[in-house]
């Protein structure tokens, strides 16, 4: 993982959906993942994701779901996903669940994205533009779902010519450790580096000497 990847102004992270639905115990989502989360340490490696890369001046971009009462009651053609969040009312929009979870939330010149809408954050904001008008090259991605948001988002960073980061202690999948172990030895395949927290934010320091 050559440090001049992540030259300084060159770099950018995303998080996804770190918001209370999924990461305050109060959350309809949180009970799906807790268990991970306690394994990996997932919240305590966002949380020191985050901080790391404020220190070092990188860019972070936030991208929360939601759904208003219109599309959970117009919406068609849904799959399974759609069908399970629209069935639980997950991610209201408007409601507490659907804000960022205080820990992990935008700070102070940072990009909250309008809420995306499927799995691929790309597909329906302007994160890509956002991107580009940061003169992100270098993309990371963290938050979750592991297996579908993050790694759908990962696919479509590097089929528009960035070069991507993933972060597996900084995720978690939905199906326990073997759907874990099987989404951290895909990881490589569509991403230029893979990588825990700390092996991320000693790159960048290298990448600053």
């Known amino acids: 993982m050559p440090g001049d990847d992540y030259a300084p102004g060159r770099c950018g992270l995303l998080l996804i959906d770190t918001v209370n639905e999924v990461f ?31 220190e070092r001046d990188v860019p ?16 068609g053609r849904l799959t399974g996903i759609h069908r399970e969040m629209f069935d639980n009312r997950l991610f209201e929009a408007g ?13 102070p010149g940072e990009v909250a994205l309008a809420p995306h809408k499927n799995i691929d954050v790309f597909a329906s904001t302007d994160l890509d533009a956002q991107l580009r008008h940061h003169g992100v090259e270098f993309f990371a991605v963290a938050g979750m779902i592991g297996t579908m948001c993050v790694e759908s ?3 479509a960073a590097m089929e528009r010519g960035y070069h ?5 202690d900084a995720t978690a999948s939905e199906a326990g450790p073997a759907a874990y172990d099987a989404m ?6 569509f991403s ?18």
């Open 24 to 54: 305050d115990p109060k959350g309809k989502g949180h009970a799906l993942y807790k268990d991970e989360f306690a394994r990996i340490g997932t919240f305590d490696n966002l949380r020191r994701l985050l901080a790391g890369v404020r």
């Open 60 to 75: 972070v971009f936030f991208s929360g779901m939601s759904y208003s009462d219109e599309e959970y009651n117009r919406w």
């Open 95 to 107: 409601s507490w669940a659907a804000e960022f979870h205080p820990e992990l939330s935008p700070g």
């Open 153 to 155: 988002t990962a696919r």
């Open 164 to 168: 991507v980061t993933t972060i597996p």
């Open 184 to 189: 951290v030895a895909r990881y490589p395949l």
């Open 192 to 209: 230029h580096a893979t990588c825990t927290v700390d092996e991320y934010l000693r790159a960048l320091d290298e990448a600053r000497r």
